[in-house]
């Protein structure tokens, strides 16, 4: 039985802003901005790309009541860009690869109306979208770390206040792991709670690359833990998105 969220049991009913950064998703962004629009009590969704060179913008722009904005390329960066365009009291950041929950506000709502509680993010569900693989049992393993670790990632659509985001300074402006350094700076001001309710997350890196993406998704956190610098890091991981 899916659970539902309670009540927000603080005053304040935290509008929230949507800020996703993409790059190359022409294909993606329509049905994405169509799932979007049903999601209960969105404040605005603002969509920063980040260079693309196929019909991104192009699409973005030409869907209703969506903030579009360009800005250098690297997920932190535009992230940062369209936090600083948000009116919202909260930003929730949103992978163009991810699904949000009809009620997704609602979380937001409840988590951040507890006030030893700074941000929050949700459990994952990664999915085949569609293809028929042998691969699509291995794919929830990844979903175990959206259980179980105190530092969300990225994929988790990390929410937080916007007075909160801009008091640790935003997403560290690094090539890779920008989303886990935010929730280190995060975890030093206050509690991150993760919900009990999932997005749909697309397993369509892994499944182009499976052996490859699962060694990196377990490895290269290890090593930037182990202080190894993130632009090293990142010539072997390749574009992250």
């Known amino acids: 039985m899916r659970r539902q969220p309670p009540p927000p049991t603080g005053t304040v009913a935290h509008r929230v802003s949507v800020v996703m950064p993409v790059l190359d998703e022409a294909a993606r962004i329509v049905p994405q901005l169509v799932a979007l629009s049903a999601v209960?009590?969105?404040?605005?969704?603002?969509v920063v790309d980040g260079g693309s060179r196929d019909r991104t913008l192009e699409r973005?722009?030409?869907?209703?009541g969506v903030r579009v904005l360009e800005a250098p390329g690297g997920r932190a960066l535009q992230m940062n860009?369209?936090?600083?365009?948000?009116?919202?009291?909260?930003?929730?950041f949103l992978h163009a690869d991810v699904r949000l929950p009809r009620d997704a506000v609602q979380w937001v709502r409840h988590t951040l109306a507890d006030p030893s509680v700074v941000a929050g993010a949700f459990r994952t569900r990664t999915v085949t979208e569609g293809r028929r693989t042998w691969l699509a049992p291995f794919l929830h393993l990844a979903d175990?770390?959206?259980?179980?670790t105190s530092l969300p990632y990225g994929d988790q659509a990390i929410f937080v206040r916007a007075a909160t985001f801009r008091r640790v300074g935003g997403f560290p402006e690094q090539p890779l792991l920008e989303d886990l350094e935010f929730s280190r700076r995060l975890r030093r001001v206050g509690?991150?709670?993760?919900?009990?309710a999932t997005v749909?997350?697309?397993?369509?890196r892994f499944l182009a690359r499976p052996l490859y993406y699962a060694l990196l998704m377990n490895l290269?956190?290890?090593l930037y833990r182990l202080r190894i610098p993130p632009r090293r890091l990142a010539?072997?991981?390749g574009n992250p998105r």
């Open 191 to 196: 509690r991150i709670r993760t919900v009990p």
């Open 144 to 148: 175990l770390r959206s259980r179980y």
């Open 235 to 237: 010539g072997h991981y």
């Open 60 to 64: 973005a722009r030409r869907f209703g």
């Open 200 to 204: 749909r997350v697309s397993g369509r």
């Open 220 to 222: 290269v956190p290890v």
């Open 40 to 46: 209960q009590g969105l404040h605005e969704v603002i």
């Open 81 to 92: 860009a369209g936090a600083r365009i948000a009116t919202g009291e909260a930003l929730l």
